[in-house]
């Protein structure tokens, strides 16, 4: 095998004998239900599976970080469990360290660095952060991943699968095999640093000039495909700045920045950071061009490129909720990857288009959600759920996952900031003038550039 860190039968075993108890304690209960009456409790089932998930490495922490975010992928008794998982799994030791830095850089590794501090600076699902500065003085992170990782995704994929189709036949209303297969390309790529390394260098070219937004460089020649080297960004967490209760022109610079961040990509150059998890971005307070506050935009693990048409299905869905034409938003929707959806079914998922949509079609300077309920959202996707099922369901196509996960999760982000913007003003700058030939030819010389492979060569 090429890769001596590949997916090994026993390794996804271990994992699965670590992982099956929860799930399969599911299964049981589910199969107790059906079968001799036996009364399920959901809230159980989820706090089950969150004890075995949050003591673990992994994608599956993410994976349910990711679906308690997205309406109706899970229970709600699910969803409010697994939201709570945080990717902060303790380090790893320093003979780890010692055997990952010599089996990607060789056994003189220490030799390449003027320093290289032996506690962990950062740890999440996948790999650990350390701190370390070259012979010529750059200040990098060096982003080691965990060991077996290929194993553990491979096994967390298998149970996240089972746990899908038990919910799928708990409620059948969204079909989710194609957001299944989404989830699990993305996750597979995230294990090749080579690529998060190309993928990173693709953001600095993209976000390069936009004010109060940095992105760290990639080190290509200390970078592997279970190392990544970059420079070294000075920031705090944003969670704890909130907490600090700062003022709202500062709220409102990290929020004017954090939009720009994930938007400028997406419209721009049709590529979506698909994970805005807190701990993946920071704050600092360093940026002139920003009103004196910027951020600092990490970790390109999760990246999804779409093909140009699929962002002109995007604006114009926009446009069919604000001008209320139907047709133009069945279209968009088609666009989109929704099949053979029937005139019911198309006023329900206008329900939660609108309330994606809303913000951005109040051309005035207001908070992100206006109506100050927490679980508007919540009572909103179960009106959309409940819908759904009335009118037969639908199969949720490969795209929406992680343009819905980067919508709701930033939504997230600017309610806790508590930010007040014009949001028609900001989308409308990058927007005007969509020209889907343009992007293409926009996008294909940025991924050129990055080294990354054109998914859609055509320019489909």
Same mark, same amino acid.
């Given at each position: 095998?090429?890769?001596?860190?590949?997916?090994?039968?026993?390794?996804?075993?271990?994992?699965?004998?670590?992982?099956?108890?929860?799930?399969?304690?599911?299964?049981?209960?589910?199969?107790?239900?059906?079968?001799?009456?036996?009364?399920?409790?959901?809230?159980?089932?989820?706090?089950?599976?969150?004890?075995?998930?949050?003591?673990?490495?992994?994608?599956?922490?993410?994976? *349910?970080?990711? $679906?308690?975010? &997205?309406?109706? =992928?899970?229970?709600?008794?699910?969803? %409010?469990?697994?939201?709570? #998982? +945080?990717?902060?799994?303790?380090?790893?030791?320093?003979?780890?360290?010692?055997?990952?830095?010599?089996?990607?850089?060789?056994?003189?590794?220490?030799?390449?660095?003027?320093?290289?501090?032996?506690?962990?600076?950062? *740890?999440?699902? $996948?790999?650990? &952060?350390?701190? =370390?500065?070259?012979?010529?003085?750059? %200040?990098?992170?060096?982003? #080691? +991943?965990?060991?077996?990782?290929?194993?553990?995704?491979?096994?967390?994929?298998?149970?996240?699968?089972?746990?899908?189709?038990?919910?799928?036949?708990?409620?059948?209303?969204?079909?989710?095999?194609?957001?299944?297969?989404?989830?699990?390309?993305?996750?597979?790529?995230?294990?090749?640093?080579?690529?998060?390394?190309?993928?990173?260098?693709?953001?600095?070219?993209?976000?390069?000039?936009?004010?109060?937004?940095?992105?760290?460089?990639?080190?290509?020649?200390?970078?592997?495909?279970?190392?990544?080297?970059?420079?070294?960004?000075?920031?705090?967490?944003?969670?704890?700045?909130?907490?600090?209760?700062?003022?709202?022109?500062?709220?409102?610079?990290?929020?004017?920045?954090?939009?720009?961040?994930?938007?400028?990509?997406?419209?721009?150059?049709?590529?979506?950071?698909?994970?805005?998890?807190?701990?993946?971005?920071?704050?600092?307070?360093?940026?002139?061009?920003?009103?004196?506050?910027?951020?600092?935009?990490?970790?390109?693990?999760?990246?999804?490129?779409?093909?140009?048409?699929?962002?002109?299905?995007?604006?114009?869905?926009?446009?069919?909720?604000?001008?209320?034409?139907?047709?133009?938003?069945?279209?968009?929707?088609?666009?989109?990857?929704?099949?053979?959806?029937?005139?019911?079914?198309?006023?329900?998922?206008?329900?939660?288009?609108?309330?994606?949509?809303?913000?951005?079609?109040?051309?005035?300077?207001?908070?992100?959600?206006?109506?100050?309920?927490?679980?508007?959202?919540?009572?909103?996707?179960?009106?959309?759920?409940?819908?759904?099922?009335?009118?037969?369901?639908?199969?949720?196509?490969?795209?929406?996952?992680?343009?819905?996960?980067?919508?709701?999760?930033?939504?997230?982000?600017?309610?806790?900031?508590?930010?007040?913007?014009?949001?028609?003003?900001?989308?409308?700058?990058?927007?005007?003038?969509?020209?889907?030939?343009?992007?293409?030819?926009?996008?294909?010389?940025?991924?050129?550039?990055?080294?990354?492979?054109?998914?859609?060569?055509?320019?489909?």
């Amino acid at each position: 095998m090429a890769d001596k860190e590949g997916s090994t039968l026993f390794g996804e075993a271990r994992r699965m004998l670590r992982t099956s108890g929860a799930v399969g304690g599911i299964a049981a209960r589910y199969a107790g239900k059906r079968l001799f009456g036996v009364k399920g409790d959901q809230a159980t089932n989820a706090e089950d599976l969150k004890a075995v998930l949050g003591g673990l490495k992994g994608p599956m922490m993410k994976v *349910a970080q990711f $679906l308690s975010t &997205v309406p109706d =992928a899970l229970p709600p008794e699910y969803a %409010r469990e697994l939201a709570t #998982l +945080q990717a902060n799994a303790p380090p790893m030791g320093w003979p780890f360290v010692r055997r990952r830095m010599a089996s990607e850089l060789g056994p003189a590794w220490e030799g390449k660095f003027a320093n290289f501090e032996r506690e962990a600076a950062a *740890a999440a699902s $996948l790999g650990q &952060v350390h701190r =370390a500065t070259l012979h010529d003085g750059t %200040r990098v992170a060096c982003k #080691l +991943q965990y060991p077996d990782m290929a194993s553990v995704v491979d096994a967390d994929l298998r149970q996240l699968k089972l746990a899908l189709s038990i919910y799928r036949r708990m409620d059948s209303t969204l079909e989710n095999e194609e957001a299944y297969v989404e989830l699990s390309e993305r996750l597979r790529e995230e294990l090749d640093y080579k690529r998060e390394a190309a993928q990173q260098k693709l953001y600095g070219r993209m976000l390069a000039g936009v004010p109060g937004v940095r992105v760290p460089v990639p080190v290509e020649e200390f970078c592997t495909k279970r190392l990544l080297t970059m420079t070294w960004l000075d920031g705090s967490a944003i969670q704890a700045r909130i907490d600090e209760d700062p003022p709202e022109e500062e709220r409102a610079a990290y929020a004017r920045a954090l939009f720009r961040a994930w938007y400028v990509p997406l419209y721009g150059y049709g590529v979506i950071h698909g994970d805005p998890h807190l701990g993946n971005y920071q704050v600092r307070a360093d940026a002139p061009e920003n009103g004196g506050w910027g951020i600092n935009l990490l970790d390109f693990g999760v990246v999804r490129i779409f093909p140009p048409s699929f962002i002109g299905g995007v604006i114009m869905l926009f446009e069919a909720i604000r001008d209320d034409d139907f047709d133009k938003a069945a279209e968009a929707y088609r666009i989109w990857g929704f099949q053979n959806l029937k005139r019911e079914t198309i006023e329900v998922l206008n329900i939660w288009a609108k309330f994606l949509y809303e913000p951005l079609l109040d051309d005035r300077v207001r908070p992100i959600q206006v109506n100050d309920d927490p679980q508007y959202g919540r009572r909103i996707a179960e009106q959309v759920h409940a819908g759904l099922k009335r009118t037969g369901g639908v199969r949720v196509p490969r795209e929406f996952p992680l343009m819905d996960r980067a919508a709701i999760g930033l939504g997230s982000v600017f309610l806790r900031l508590g930010a007040k913007l014009n949001w028609h003003d900001l989308f409308q700058e990058l927007v005007q003038g969509f020209d889907g030939e343009v992007l293409a030819r926009r996008q294909q010389a940025a991924l050129a550039e990055a080294g990354l492979p054109d998914p859609h060569p055509a320019g489909a």
